[in-house]
């Protein structure tokens, strides 16, 4: 009592029942139990931007736990809350309780700028919201031309990250599909995003961003055949001319790194790459009929 013990970032706290102290015991066979008498709780504490989503123990007595509103059958606790408390009704001994837990937000970082504006490609294997003080675009090659198409922001639910339930952020939010790819443009270099509570399906532009490899590294090629590009400056010593550049030789295929995306065009033409111009919408074409040479494209 009055002490933490951590693992892994879930913290466990307790309160004793009357005279009878919460602890750690060892019994005749030095087995370690958590022994919490009548009226004593332990609480389980996500770390944070997770939330609890399973409780699972195993010991003696444990049909005598008593977990406050929330759902508590064959000795397991399922829910979704950032902190769970568990009542003693009697003697309990736990052995062991193995803990889950889930992703509430998550942070994404904008190295690359242009006229002020940070720029990102972003993929996940899980639907995620982004709120509305940033931009989430589409992106797709007709020809020669690069199209930057907004999504379409509406009001979802995210997962809690108290003990509240769920709420709603204040005002929209851009839904991105599981395995999806989009650009993200943002007045700063830091990005919060969230989990949806619930799974929605929604309409998006057209799209040829790809997600990344859920481990990075190199992508499986497109059926057919297709030219690839990444995020990155033109010139890379003066951070100029930012747009989607080939990653390898001849539009080929490169590694990209885990929660990105690349962009994936039909080769119909042999542009090398696209810069924007410094506005959200409009975009100029690397010259389709420029003379071959060697390029680095650098990683941003």
Not at 270 to 282: L, M, P
Request: hydrophobic residues 35%.
């Amino acid at each position: 009592v009055g002490k933490e013990l951590a693992v892994d970032g879930i913290v466990m706290t307790s309160t004793s029942g009357g005279s009878n102290i919460t602890c750690i015991y060892a019994s005749s066979t030095n087995e370690p139990n958590l022994r919490v008498y009548a009226g004593g709780t332990i609480t389980f504490t996500a770390p944070e931007g997770y939330n609890i989503s399973e409780i699972k123990f195993t010991g003696s007595s444990l049909t005598k736990f008593i977990s406050n509103s929330q759902t508590y059958t064959n000795l397991t606790w399922t829910g979704e809350a950032h902190a769970v408390t568990f009542t003693a009704d009697g003697s309990v001994q736990v052995k062991t309780a193995s803990i889950k837990i889930t992703p509430v937000k998550g942070t994404l970082n904008l190295i690359a700028v242009d006229n002020e504006i940070y720029y990102a490609t972003f993929s996940s294997n899980k639907d995620v919201l982004f709120p509305t003080d940033v931009e989430v675009d589409a992106v797709s090659v007709s020809g020669t031309t690069l199209n930057i198409s907004k999504l379409t922001e509406n009001e979802y639910l995210v997962k809690a990250d108290n003990t509240d339930g769920y709420h709603a952020l204040e005002g929209k939010l851009y839904y991105v599909p599981a395995n999806t790819g989009v650009l993200i443009q943002s007045r700063t270099n830091t990005v919060t995003y969230y989990y949806p509570y619930e799974a929605a399906t929604v309409n998006l532009p057209t799209n040829q961003l790809k997600p990344a490899p859920a481990e990075g590294g190199e992508f499986t090629p497109e059926p057919g055949d297709h030219l690839y590009y990444k995020l990155a400056y033109n010139d890379f010593s003066e951070k100029e001319d930012l747009g989607f550049y080939w990653g390898a030789e001849n539009g080929g295929v490169f590694s990209v790194k885990a929660g990105t995306a690349y962009l994936a065009v039909p080769s119909t033409s042999n542009v090398k790459g696209f810069s924007f111009d410094g506005t959200s919408t409009g975009i100029s074409a690397v010259d389709a009929e420029e003379p071959a040479k060697t390029r680095v494209i650098y990683n941003i």
